[in-house]
Antibody, heavy 119, light 107 residues
């Protein structure tokens, strides 16, 4: 059974940093690209960043480019999102999701972790 | 970036009804279109991929169609558990983009 478990969310002040983790199990982690998707309170879904199975092919939404860094450790089956220079508008639930191995279709999602940026 | 536009933004229906949600892409995305269902406080759940293929375990009451720029999601014989918010998403190219969502409410 595919499982994705996010952690690392919490309350952080504007300008601060946070690192999110996503522990994966139930599939061959290094064979799948992964993404982070976020959802601000009461709003829709916004793709944040994606990374290929071998750690290459990285891309970011313009809204986070230069501030967020996606990475993965295939030996630990874990995906990361380093978030720096956080702003109030980054407040959201952050989900990790895996692709289907053939396209960018996000077939399984974690339960999410809440990041709140506030003073 | 490819813009995804869903309509309607909200929809009221009754148990047993059949409803259709539409999604339009700002440029052609072939059939790289997915539909997700989200209930309050929960993660999105994939329903349909490749515009019309049913994700494993999803009941056949859900169906999708379309290609290029225009797509539809149809839900037949609505049940109480189907009242949720539905999102379309293109995965033809990065950045992946979502529609704004359609909130399906019980009339």
């Amino acid at each position: 059974e595919v499982q994705l478990l996010e952690s690392g969310g919490g309350l952080v002040q504007p300008g601060g940093s946070l690192r999110l983790s996503c522990a994966a199990s139930g599939f061959t982690f290094h064979s799948y690209a992964m993404s982070w998707v976020r959802q601000a309170p009461g709003k829709g879904l916004e793709w944040v960043s994606g990374i290929g199975g071998n750690g290459g092919s990285i891309d970011y939404a313009d809204s986070v480019k230069g501030r967020f860094t996606i990475s993965r450790d295939n030996s630990k089956n874990t995906l990361y999102l380093q978030m720096n220079s956080l702003r109030a508008e980054d407040t959201a639930v952050y989900y990790c999701a895996k692709d289907d191995g053939k396209t960018y279709f996000l077939d399984y999602w974690g339960q999410g972790t809440l990041v709140t940026v506030s003073s | 970036d490819i813009q995804m536009t869903q309509s309607p933004s909200s929809l009221s229906a009754s148990v047993g009804d059949r409803v259709t949600i539409t999604c339009r892409a700002s440029q052609g995305i072939r059939s790289y279109l997915a539909w997700f269902q989200q209930k309050p406080g929960k993660a999105p759940k994939s329903l349909i991929y490749a515009a019309s293929s049913l994700q494993s375990g999803v009941p056949s009451k859900f169906s999708g169609s379309g290609s290029g720029t225009d797509f539809t999601l149809t839900i037949s014989s609505l049940q109480p558990e189907d009242f949720a918010t539905y999102y379309c998403q293109q995965y033809n190219t990065y950045p992946l983009t979502f529609g704004q969502g359609t909130r399906l409410e019980l009339k």
